[in-house]
């Protein structure tokens, strides 16, 4: 009876912490799209992948805190700048990021560094350098790193 009880005890916390979360997520979607079009793809009750249009700038990424499974991210947000990649930079959980268009340059790709597990990264239309990207593809060797004026191979 008593081990039931724990169970019990613990399902219920494990509810509780679930239920805050995703009300925590919604409450920043809802946040973002008063800010500009923002598209989410939840699965399992949490946001897995974003894509921010419009009038998104760095303070619409400081939301992402309140997203913690997020693992796409598409901000083509030209008033997106290296202030807002520090944000960006604390996203662990994330694998694709594109950053086409905004204003961005090598002094920001610092803040995306910690992120191990990215595996692409869209640097196009932005003041991005090939020194700036080699620096960043030493940092972060098994990600795909694509930049430039054009969509091709680098």
Avoid at 27 to 40: F, H, P
Avoid at 72 to 93: E, F, H, M, Y
Avoid at 94 to 107: A, E, W
Wanted: aromatic content about 6%; some cysteine.
């Amino acid at each position: 009876m008593l081990l039931f009880m724990l169970l019990l005890s613990i399902l219920f916390a494990w509810t509780a912490r679930r239920v805050a979360s995703f009300r925590n997520q919604r409450a920043a979607i809802g946040l973002l799209q008063r800010r500009g079009e923002a598209i989410a793809r939840f699965s399992f009750g949490n946001v897995q992948a974003l894509q921010l249009t419009g009038n998104h700038d760095d303070e619409s990424l400081r939301l992402l805190v309140d997203l913690p499974e997020l693992t796409v991210l598409d901000a083509p947000c030209r008033a997106i700048t290296n202030d807002g990649l520090r944000c960006i930079g604390r996203k662990k959980s994330l694998r694709i990021l594109s950053l086409v268009g905004t204003s961005i340059d090598d002094d920001g790709l610092k803040h995306l560094a910690g992120l191990d597990d990215l595996a692409v990264l869209w640097l196009n239309k932005t003041a991005v350098t090939e020194g700036g990207v080699q620096i960043l593809r030493a940092e972060l060797p098994n990600c795909d790193i694509r930049y430039g004026a054009t969509f091709g191979p680098r």
